[in-house]
């Protein structure tokens, strides 16, 4: 009667670019395939398209650092091609920079199990067992992938990492020197050596190797950073000067880096040198504006200015951009206590006294000495630094982003809008093949994907809802073609199908509106007018519904549906012997016409014939499982019979269908109630009561259970309830 998924077009929607040109070929050659009848060799394309696409598309988003969404993709493109070593490796490092290091080795071990000589995967299990301190595992999988791979220098400098913490300094001076022996003498690479010294506690080893590039190359980024760094981390502030003179050197060189304006700050702080402390404190706070770490010593220095009110806005300002005590502790008590004690000076007590409170919660103490100063900041902030070897690159810490940066940044969004966009494409085929052959489960689950990597995509909207409402799931066949709609108004394709499953779920208003505007407009289409009339009907709109009908007599003659419209006419003007004619005759013409034996059940019950009532609601049941009122009318002539089992059954499904239906709650904690059930009958009576709070019926017969359960009140309060329930209905006028 309706479009089916078959016949929708399978033409691809996607603008493809010139570069990837081998996907429109594996899609040219997916519809060869389906053309010609192969249809599993189309799908078997359309898996291997979906698996490369959302590879491609976890390592943009990998490039791109958004590692979440780059663990989901390479996820997916697993689950499409399991056997794919490449995405299980690509998986496990993206796992690896979310800190998942023991689940990323769960996909390295099928990786190794696929491709036993794989270095990738040993170097990333080293990596992880690095991350885990399992010092001695990762250097065992390093050193395996050392071998496959002799010439990486990012394994090599991992491996002497996991040497270091071993504490085996002589075989990673070993790796140290073989890389500069191999590289060149270059200050990138002693810095690198310096910070992986520094980074395991070797602290002379790293002092010295800062020393030797700076000896290359004085003005290299950071190099007088680092060392100004280590001789805090080694010596404390008993080499305060000697850092602070690495510091200035390093903003002589480069006034804008970060890290050196700070600690400059820092050290002119604990030298009580205020103003040259707010100078520097000030420009790294312009350089990184949302770091609280430079508010909290600008702090310091206008309070020892006796500046009370510039002090107290730095305290909170440092305070408000550190959510997480976990970012330093000791840095944020300190600066509760001391924004404290500002506030009392400026005669704010109450508002300090709170401060010095929370201060004291946290367990903090006041700084003391300018050595346990110097032992606060060597906790602050540091610019990140990675594990592994890299690209020889001078440290990060510069946010200025070059036209290239934002070239490449532009260039990766474009990879991920258009590798979405094959995914969508792939997705809708492969949702069209299902439909095809009647898999509307895996249909729904292709279009579903295909409508979230590509909303525009054409027609996908409405093919989800019509796969919804070929399984007959027809309230979630409603949100995609309301979707549709919003695209296209003038879509008279889902503008029916809305229509109809709006009829389907008994939103006969809804349906009338839309099956309306279909029919002025298909006039012809005699489909429309049966559910059309049927939702007029119900909306007690006789004299249209009326109408309809005599059109689908003009257009359609001897229709099977026309003869259950005018039984549900006869029926509804009390004439139950005209009504079961008319439905005799309908099923004459289609014995598995719908809503015949359903309307032939409800005349049966109106005659109180309840033998007959139950044959006819039993056949529709079987034409039709999914109908919930047939479902619904013959478990309540079964309970009425004293058929207890079977129709406690199917008002169990009825309610499992639709947990909205008060009846069958009503229906089945009644029969339980009179079966001595009475805990569970006072469940179902509950439920019934909260989605019918205005029947009568349904309070006496709660009150009943609580009597019987001894919770006298309550079942005196139901019956009270029913009572002027009971009387407010008798004095309802008649419509």
């Known amino acids: 009667m309706y479009r089916s998924l078959a016949v929708l077009s399978l033409a691809l929607a996607i603008p493809f670019q010139s570069s990837p040109e081998q996907f429109r070929q594996r899609f040219e050659r997916a519809d060869v395939e389906r053309r010609a009848g192969n249809i599993a060799k189309a799908e078997a394309e359309y898996q291997s398209i979906l698996a490369d696409a959302y590879h491609k598309l976890g390592r943009t988003y990998a490039a791109q650092q958004n590692h979440q969404a780059a663990i989901a993709a390479f996820s997916m493109a697993i689950g499409h091609k399991p056997n794919f070593a490449d995405a299980l490796v690509d998986l496990a ?3 690896f920079n979310t800190n998942q290091f023991k689940q990323a080795l769960l996909p390295l071990q099928a990786a190794a199990e696929l491709n036993a000589q794989s270095p990738a995967v040993y170097h990333m299990r080293g990596k992880c067992y690095f991350m885990l301190s399992e010092f001695d595992k990762a250097a065992v999988e390093l050193q395996r992938a050392l071998q496959l791979s002799p010439g990486d220098y990012d394994v090599s400098y991992t491996l002497a990492l996991a040497y270091l913490k071993q504490g085996r300094p002589a075989e990673a001076n070993q790796i140290f020197n073989r890389m500069i022996t191999e590289l060149g003498n270059r200050p990138q690479l002693r810095i690198l050596i310096g910070r992986a010294y520094r980074q395991t506690g070797f602290l002379p080893e790293a002092t010295e190797e800062f020393k030797k590039a700076i000896a290359l190359d004085p003005k290299f980024p950071r190099v007088h950073y680092y060392l100004g760094l280590s001789y805090l ?11 602070e003179a690495e510091f200035k050197l390093e903003v002589s060189a480069h006034p804008d880096d970060f890290f050196a304006n700070y600690y400059l700050g820092i050290t002119s702080t604990i030298g009580r040198k205020w103003d040259a402390a707010i100078g520097f404190l000030e420009k790294a706070n312009k350089l990184q504006p949302d770091n609280p770490d430079p508010y909290f010593y600008l702090g310091q220095a206008y309070q020892g200015l006796q500046k009370h009110d510039q002090a107290i806005e730095m305290y909170r300002k440092s305070i408000s951009l550190t959510p997480d005590l976990k970012h330093n502790y000791f840095q944020v008590s300190n600066a509760r206590y001391r924004l404290g004690q500002m506030l009392i000076k400026v005669g704010k007590t109450e508002e300090g006294q709170k401060e010095l409170q929370i201060s004291a919660d946290l367990k903090a103490q006041s ?22 070897f890299a690209d020889l690159e001078p440290a990060q810490g510069n946010t200025t982003q070059t036209p290239q940066d934002l070239q490449r940044q532009e260039g990766l969004k474009a990879d991920a809008l258009f590798f979405s966009k094959v995914v969508a494409v792939a997705h809708e085929n492969l949702g069209l093949l299902n439909a095809e052959r009647q898999k509307f489960s895996l249909a729904i689950e292709n279009f579903s994907q295909a409508a979230r990597w590509d909303p525009e995509l054409r027609d996908i909207y409405y093919n989800l809802g019509l796969a919804f409402y070929k399984s007959e799931k027809y ?46 407009v298909r006039a012809n289409d005699a489909s429309i007018y049966y559910p059309l009339a049927l939702s007029l009907s119900k909306l007690g709109r006789a004299e249209e519904s009326q109408r309809i009908v005599q059109q689908m007599l003009n257009n359609s003659g001897a229709n099977p549906q026309v003869h259950i419209l005018l039984a549900k006419a006869f029926y509804d003007q009390d004439n139950p012997t005209k009504a079961l004619e008319e439905l005799s005759t309908a099923l004459q013409l289609d014995p598995k016409i719908k809503l015949a034996h359903f309307y032939s059940g409800l005349v049966y019950l109106k005659l109180g014939k309840f033998a007959e009532a139950a044959r006819e609601f039993e056949s529709e049941v079987n034409l039709n499982p999914s109908d919930i009122q047939a479902k619904y009318h013959l478990g309540f002539v079964l309970l009425a019979n004293q058929e207890t089992k079977r129709g406690m059954q199917l008002m ?20 339980q109630l009179q079966l001595g059930d009475v805990k569970t009958a006072i469940f179902n009576l509950e439920q019934a009561a909260k989605l019918a709070p205005q029947q009568s019926h349904v309070h006496y017969q709660l009150g009943r259970a609580y009597l019987a359960a001894g919770r006298q009140s309550e079942g005196r309060a139901q019956l009270e309830l029913s009572k002027q329930l009971k009387e407010k209905e008798r004095n309802q006028p008649n419509n």
Do not use: H, W
């Not at 981390?233 to 850092?243: F, P």
């Not at 009338?512 to 279909?518: F, G």
């Not at 169990?652 to 029969?671: D, M, Q, R």
């Open 93 to 95: 490092i993206a796992q």
């Open 233 to 243: 981390l080694k010596d404390g502030a008993s080499r305060l000067d000697d850092a």
């Open 367 to 388: 700084f003391k000495s300018d050595e346990a100063r110097a032992d606060a900041f060597l906790n602050a902030a540091q610019p990140p630094e990675q594990t592994t």
């Open 475 to 520: 309230l979630e066949a409603i949100g995609p073609l309301e979707n549709d709609l919003r695209l296209r108004p003038d879509n008279l394709r889902a503008k029916q199908l809305l229509g109809l499953s709006y009829f389907s779920t008994e939103n006969y208003q809804k349906a009338a509106e839309l099956l309306a505007e279909v029919a002025a």
């Open 652 to 671: 169990s499904e009825v309610i499992k269908s639709n947990p909205g239906f008060s009846n069958a709650y009503f229906e089945l904690g009644k029969t």
